[in-house]
C-alpha cells in the first residue's frame, strides 16, 4: 500500500458530533462506533499513559511489582439466564480482564445500581451467587457500594465490578506486540453466552440447553503462562463484539493483519443452530468464559496441548495466523475455501449482553 | 447499663424480608436501613475478613506495603449542578474514600451506564470534568467501561469508580479505634454539598449562592498525617446520611457513646437558612469535600492549627467527645444548652443526593 494513501480504517471514520450527537445503542456495542466514542471522548479528554495502553485492563509499576486495576459495568438483560446471571457475570467479567493481563487476581470491588421495588430476594439471589462465583476463584470482593434510584430510573440492577492483580516478574501481555508469523489460539467454543441470553430473551428453547460459557478463567491463563510464559504476546477474552471485535483490535494495535481458517474455529452444533435462526454470527456473538492468544509459532502447538488438559481450555484450538498487513484487516479462509473479510459491526447486534 | 438486656440499638432492628420485600428508596440513604440492607443481604452472601473491616474501603498487605481499595456508584440528580458534577464528584468522592483510608490515592477506574439519547455534549462536558478533577488531584483514571441501555431504563448518566491507593507505613486508621477522651474533629461546614443539590433540583435561588464543597481531601489528610499521624484513630468523610449517620457508624464500630457541641459545629448561615426553609437538619446532610477525624485528645489542638492552614480545612473546629456509653449513642448539647439525640436517619431525607 502507498504511503501517502490513509489507510481505509481511518477513512471510514465519521467524527462524532459532539455538538448535536446523542449516544445510541450502538455505544455501546463493542464494535466500531463503541470504539470511537472512547477514542474521541473518553480517550481525549482523559488522556494519559495508561489508557493509551489501550488494553482491557491497566499496569502500574507498584513497590514490589507490577499491578493491573481493570473495571467493568454489568446492564445484562435478562439478569437471570442459563449458565449464569448479572452477579456471577460481574464476578467473572472482571478477573477475565485481569488475567488476559497475565495478572492474578488479587481483589474486587462492587457497586449496586439497584432500581427502586426491585425485590430482595433477587437481589440476595444475585449476591449469592456473586459470593459462590468468588470464592471458586478465590478472589474476594473486598468493598461495595449500593445506590438506589426511583422506579423507571434504571432496570433492575446493574453492577459494576473492580478489580486488581498482580503480574508476576517478567510477563508483559499487551495487544499492541503481534508479529507476522504468530498464531492464533483460542481456549475453547465461539458464542455460548450471547446464545444463551438471546435464546432467553427471545423465549427460544433447544433439545439440548445452550448455557452461557460464564467462566473465571485465571487458573487457564496460569496454566498457559506455565507452559508459553515469555512466548505469549497477549491475551484477550471476546466479550462484547465477539471474537471479530477483538481480533479487529489487537491487528489495529499490532499493526498487523489476521488470517483466521474458519475450520478450525470451533462452535457447537447447537449454538451455530441458533446463530441462524437468530440470524446472528457466531463471530459477533459475546463469549464470558473464553479467550484467545497470539503466541510465537513454535510454541503454539505446546500451548494448545497445555490449555486442553484444563478443563476451561478442552476445545483449544489454533485458529489462526497473525500476517503482514498495512490495513490491518482481519479476513478469514471459509469452510468452503473461499475468502471473506472479519469486520468488526459498526453497529449493535445485540444489546445489553453483558 | 444491665449487660442482660439487649441493647436498644439492637432491639429496634426489624429483620429484612428477603422472601417477600423490596428495595425502597431508604436502602440507599445512607441511614440505617441500607446499612441493614448491607449487613443482611450483601455482606452476609459475600462474608469476608475484608467486608468485615466495615471500613469504606477494604485494606489489605501487598509486596511492599499496605494497601486500600474503595468503590463507590454515583446517581446524582442533576447531573450537573453548582459546584460540580457528576464527573468531578466520581473523582473526588473515591479519592476521598481512599484518603480516609490513611491511603495516598494511586489510580482511579471509572464504568459509564448511560441511557441512549443522552447529549453527547453532556457526556463529553461530565468527561472533561472528570479529568479536570483527576488532573488537578494527581490521580488519574487508567481504565473504564462504557455501557449503553435503551431509553427510560437508566437516568442520562451513572458512573462508577474505583480506587486504589498506598498507605504510609505505621498508620492504621480503622472506625474500631475510637476511645473514651477521644476528640471528634471536623475539617469545615457541614451541609453545603447536600443543599447546593436540593436547591438546584427545587429551583431555589439565594443572595449568596451555595455551592457543592465537592473536593479531593487527601492533601489535607496528608497535613493532618504529618502533623499527628498516629494519635489520628480514624478518618471518615460524612457523604450520604451526613455527619450523623457517620458518627453513629463510628459509635457502633468502637463500642463507644460521642457527645457534640452544636455550637462549635461550623455550619454557613445561608446553608443553615436553606435547610429551614427546605426542613432538613445539616447534621443528615451530604457533604463531598468534608471529613472527620477522632483523635487523641492531646493531639486535637494541634491538629486543628495545621488542618487551617490547608484551603480545605479553614474552618476545621473540635466538635466533639468520644465518651465510654454501651448503648453507643451520639448526642448534642444544644446551641440552648439542652441534650438531644442524633440519631441516623431510618428513611431517606435526600434521595440520590451523590
Known amino acids: ?32 462506533t463503541m470504539a470511537q466514542l472512547i ?18 485492563q491497566a499496569a502500574f509499576d507498584i513497590e514490589g511489582g507490577r499491578m493491573v486495576m481493570s473495571t467493568d459495568g454489568y446492564v445484562i438483560s435478562p439478569l437471570f439466564f442459563p449458565g449464569g446471571d448479572i452477579g456471577s457475570l460481574s464476578v467473572h467479567g472482571t ?41 471458586d476463584a478465590g478472589v474476594p470482593v473486598v468493598t461495595g457500594d449500593t445506590k438506589v434510584v426511583e422506579r423507571g430510573k434504571a432496570d ?36 455460548d453466552h450471547g446464545v444463551a441470553v438471546m435464546s432467553k430473551r427471545e423465549n427460544l428453547t433447544f433439545e439440548t440447553e445452550i448455557l452461557s460459557d460464564s467462566a473465571a478463567l485465571h487458573t487457564l491463563v496460569a496454566a498457559m503462562v506455565e507452559t508459553a510464559g515469555p512466548s505469549i504476546r497477549c491475551m484477550r477474552d471476546p466479550t462484547r463484539g465477539g471474537l471479530a471485535a477483538t481480533l479487529n483490535e489487537l491487528a489495529g494495535q499490532s499493526g498487523v493483519g489476521i488470517r483466521l ?22 463471530l459477533n456473538v459475546a463469549n464470558e468464559g473464553k ?47 473461499g475468502e471473506r473479510m472479519v469486520d468488526w459491526l459498526s453497529g449493535e447486534q445485540l444489546p445489553r449482553i453483558c
Open 1 to 32: 500500500m502507498d504511503d501517502t494513501t490513509s489507510p481505509p480504517v481511518k477513512t471510514i471514520k465519521r467524527k462524532l458530533d459532539l455538538k448535536e450527537g446523542r449516544v445510541d445503542m450502538s455505544h455501546g456495542s463493542g464494535g466500531r
Open 39 to 56: 477514542d474521541d471522548l473518553f480517550a481525549a479528554a482523559l488522556d494519559n499513559e495508561f489508557l493509551a495502553q489501550g488494553n482491557d
Open 95 to 135: 478477573i477475565n480482564d485481569l488475567a488476559v493481563g497475565g495478572a492474578n487476581p488479587l481483589y474486587l470491588s462492587a457497586t449496586f445500581i439497584v432500581e427502586e421495588g426491585f425485590p430482595l430476594a433477587d437481589l440476595d439471589r444475585i449476591a449469592r451467587s456473586m459470593a459462590a462465583a468468588s470464592k
Open 156 to 191: 433492575g440492577v446493574f453492577i459494576s465490578t473492580a478489580g486488581i492483580g498482580i503480574v508476576p516478574p517478567g510477563l508483559e501481555f499487551s495487544g499492541d506486540r503481534g508479529q507476522p508469523g504468530d498464531r492464533v489460539v483460542i481456549s475453547g467454543t465461539l458464542g
Open 261 to 282: 481458517d474458519e475450520a478450525a474455529i470451533p462452535v457447537k452444533p447447537q449454538v451455530e443452530a441458533a446463530c441462524e435462526l437468530l440470524g446472528l454470527d457466531p
Open 291 to 337: 479467550l484467545i492468544a497470539i503466541v510465537a509459532a513454535e510454541a503454539a502447538d505446546g500451548l494448545v496441548d497445555a490449555m486442553r488438559d484444563h478443563e476451561l481450555g478442552a476445545a483449544a484450538a489454533v485458529i489462526g495466523d497473525v500476517i503482514a498487513d498495512d490495513r490491518h484487516f482481519v479476513s478469514m479462509k471459509t469452510a468452503f475455501g
